[in-house]
């Protein structure tokens, strides 16, 4: 092997080394927030003050909605800017609107349900 050809494979690993300290740097966020999350609901049970009803899942719907509803209208938008016809950011706005659709009709069914349950006890 050439000094060359040594060169030349090294620039390719350099070339990765982004990409892949990006992917590593993804993965170390995303189990740090997973730890942290865990140790926070281990140390709400050791307290005694740990009521899984207090978490909303609904949270997600919320969050998942607003990132689809922001990347399809970027995706719509930077499209049409561009003078071509859009086609999978609508995909995206509509499953973003559907979502955030979603969690106000189940949000308003569960404030509906709650005056309810407090006048029978």
């Given amino acids: 092997m050439s000094l060359l050809q040594i060169g030349l494979a090294l620039d390719d690993a350099l070339f990765l080394l982004p990409f892949l300290t990006l992917v590593f740097a993804v993965v170390v966020l995303t189990g740090g927030i997973v730890y942290l999350e865990h ?22 719907v919320l969050g998942g ?24 950011g609508i995909a995206a706005t509509f499953v973003g609107l559907a979502a955030l659709a979603y969690y106000f009709y189940k949000r308003r069914a569960s404030e509906r349900r709650a005056p309810d349950s407090a006048s029978r006890s």
């Avoid at 909605?65 to 999978?88: F, I, K, N, R, S």
């Fill in 65 to 88: 909605g607003l990132v689809a509803l922001a990347l399809g209208l970027a995706d719509v938008t930077t499209t049409l800017l561009a003078g071509g016809v859009p086609q999978e």
């Fill in 39 to 60: 140790r926070k609901e281990m140390a709400l049970i050791e307290a005694g003050m740990y009521d899984p009803e207090a978490a909303d899942p609904r949270a997600w």
